[in-house]
């Protein structure tokens, strides 16, 4: 079964790497560049895992899992270069999802992935 991926990041060449990645891993790739065109153009019930980065130019990532229905059953993974107590707490907030601090390995993010995968499907 192909499973579908969005990545949510501000940063085109990181959104470019995650999305040879994770294409190279056997998943389909949507790439974001903010919150606002995620919930603008997308479903996110029609994705398997979100991968959000926490600082975008518009809406945070925290803001944006917010603004969706969680219980439509989609993983999610937070990344982020600022993993201090405010994050901690955010994180927290919405739920704890994994958070990943930049720069992470590939094999993380990858193993992080099918966790929250795993997760969806308990």
């Known amino acids: 079964m192909n499973r579908s991926i969005a990545?949510?990041?501000?940063?085109?060449?990181?959104?470019?790497?995650?999305?040879?990645?994770?294409?190279?891993?056997?998943f389909t790739v949507s790439i974001f560049e903010s919150g606002e065109e995620f919930l603008g153009a997308a479903d996110p019930a029609s994705f398997d895992c979100l991968v959000i980065d926490v600082h975008?130019?518009?809406?945070?990532?925290?803001?944006?899992?917010?603004?969706?229905?969680?219980?439509?059953?989609?993983g999610v993974v937070i990344i982020t270069a600022h993993h201090e107590a405010a994050t901690r707490e955010a994180l927290h907030a919405v739920g704890s999802p994994p958070c990943l601090s930049k720069p992470f390995d590939p094999e993380e993010l990858l193993a992080a992935i099918f966790r929250a995968l795993d997760q969806q499907e308990v």
């Open 7 to 26: 990545v949510i990041d501000d940063d085109l060449s990181l959104r470019k790497g995650l999305s040879r990645l994770l294409r190279s891993a056997g």
């Open 56 to 74: 975008l130019g518009g809406i945070t990532g925290f803001e944006l899992l917010r603004r969706l229905d969680r219980t439509r059953g989609f």
